[in-house]
């Protein structure tokens, strides 16, 4: 097996070996055959040079506490059928990271399918992106604030609507910048996301926005579906929903994926709200270095552990390090010597992402203390959780 990066000859197997794999429509969009800026696509080739498997690397970045981190997204994962269980994703998974690290990338997420291969190759959950259904009529309704104004967006609004995207997103964890050659390249032609666009504005300023698709039908099973919906005020919060709940006579259930603790979701009754759909997320490091180094960290938080790391497939991470926090900034330095706190790259992930402490990743097998305490890796994880809004 003989694993490269793709060819625009190569583009058209690449499409059927992932319509067969996830589904999709036979109808190929016209990107799926052509170069794609800030996308770099894999193929792994048997003897005869057939097509065997594909993955793709984003080259998206993320925000971590206020600071944009190059990322190595992985989608489009697929293996013919007659080659699946011989180390085909694990090869294509191997070179992926191998070009991410040559070309500056500091972590990695992605979305499984099934999430055992991902784990065998050091990725581990990070999250759930989760997509419920609210009854419409059960959204609170109040009387529009006079010193609000609520529009429809267009195409000219789009600019403010990712700056204010951007307000929201960047002081958490994990969640795409959305710039870059990718997002310009499906950008170049200026069009609404969706059916439609709400906005609200004070005096002028965004300061909320809703994207919906309203779907089809009027009676007991329709549903308005909001691709996103964000504010940085309350009171844009409380319009917004305002507005999504006047829909009720003839959408009677609201699809949203709501964002943990944003001005939208305290507004929402979450407590009534049924999940629809569940995509689990996995996180893991390309490049320990630059992922510590270059996100940001709280401005409280100061102390030093040393760790050892292993990584089986990416062999720069593995070592014995020290890794310090101080005001605002890290750095993982290497050490000599051993250390007692032994960690696996999956238990780097979910410290880093926010999504376990110490003693569970250790009670999981991810982390062994030589007779120390585990509680002092929690300084890898004092930046908070992370969260993804965008699938991929």
Known sequence: MHVRELTTDDLDAAWELGRFAFGSDPQRPAHATSPVPGMTRYGAFDDAGRLVGKAVDLHHDQWWSGRAVAAADVAGVAVAPESRGRGVARALLTALLAGAHERGAAVSALYPTVAAPYRACGWETGGVLRTVDLATAALPRHRPASHLTVRAGTTADLDTVTALYERVARHRNGMLTRRGALFDFYAAEPKLPGDGLTLVEDDGDLVGYAVWQRGRGY??????TVDEALATTADAAREIVGVLGSWASVAPTLRLCPLDGDAVSTVLPLEAARDHERDLWMHRPVDVVRAVRERGWPAGVRGAVDLHLTDPLAGWNT??????????????????????????????????????RARSVAQAGLLHAAGVEPDALDLLGAGGPAQLLDYF
Do not use: K
């Open 219 to 224: 009676g007991a099973d329709s549903v308005l």
């Open 319 to 356: 070592g014995a390090w020290r890794l310090a926090v101080a005001d605002g900034e890290a750095e993982l330095t290497r050490i000599d010597g051993e250390a007692d706190l032994r960690l696996d790259v999956r238990g780097f992930a979910l410290l880093y992402a926010g999504a376990a």
